[in-house]
């Protein structure tokens, strides 16, 4: 069951991670993730503590957000905001804003790319493919 934090200032619906009292249903993983969906009212101040080297973003789905010292404006449908690695993160909302706050430790996997296919190998890729093509792609 999906964590709930709520106060005067926000709601963090904890997937996986925790946050305050409140912990996230998804446990016991290797890259220790933390997946937070935030609801924070206008001029309030989000803060969190996050593992050294996580790599971590924020997916701004609506509002505008201060990171750090940094205002991300002009929000229209979403934004991805990379943040630098670091243990003390500080979102502060200019106007009511949700977002979502994901991280987790880098795993270190090569990456090869083909498409919307994502896999760690070049022969993976065309195997995907090939799969895809024959139905056979995720077949549960």
């Known amino acids: 069951q999906v964590g709930i934090y709520k106060d005067e200032e926000k709601i963090v619906k904890i997937i996986a991670g925790k ?6 249903p998804e446990k016991n993983h290797n890259v ?3 997946y937070l969906h935030v609801v924070l009212n ?28 940094v205002e991300h ?10 943040l ?6 500080i979102v502060k909302s200019i106007k009511k804003s949700e977002f979502l706050l994901i991280a ?6 090569t990456i090869a790319r083909g498409g919307p296919f994502v896999m760690n190998t070049k022969e993976e890729i065309i195997q995907a493919v090939e799969d895809y093509k024959n139905g056979k792609f995720a077949k549960y």
């Not at 946050?19 to 996230?24: A, L, V």
């Not at 001029?43 to 010292?69: A, M, Q, R, W």
């Not at 404006?73 to 990379?82: E, H, Q």
């Not at 987790?104 to 996997?109: F, L, Q, R, T």
């Open 42 to 69: 206008t001029n309030k101040d989000f803060k969190i503590d996050l593992p050294d080297g996580h790599n971590s973003f924020v997916y701004l789905l609506s509002g505008e957000l201060k990171i750090g010292t």
């Open 73 to 82: 404006k002009k929000v229209k449908d979403s934004t991805l905001i990379l």
């Open 32 to 34: 220790e993730p933390i």
């Open 104 to 109: 987790g430790k880098p795993i270190g996997e």
């Open 84 to 89: 630098n690695k670091g243990r003390n993160l």
């Open 19 to 24: 946050f305050k009292n409140q912990e996230g």
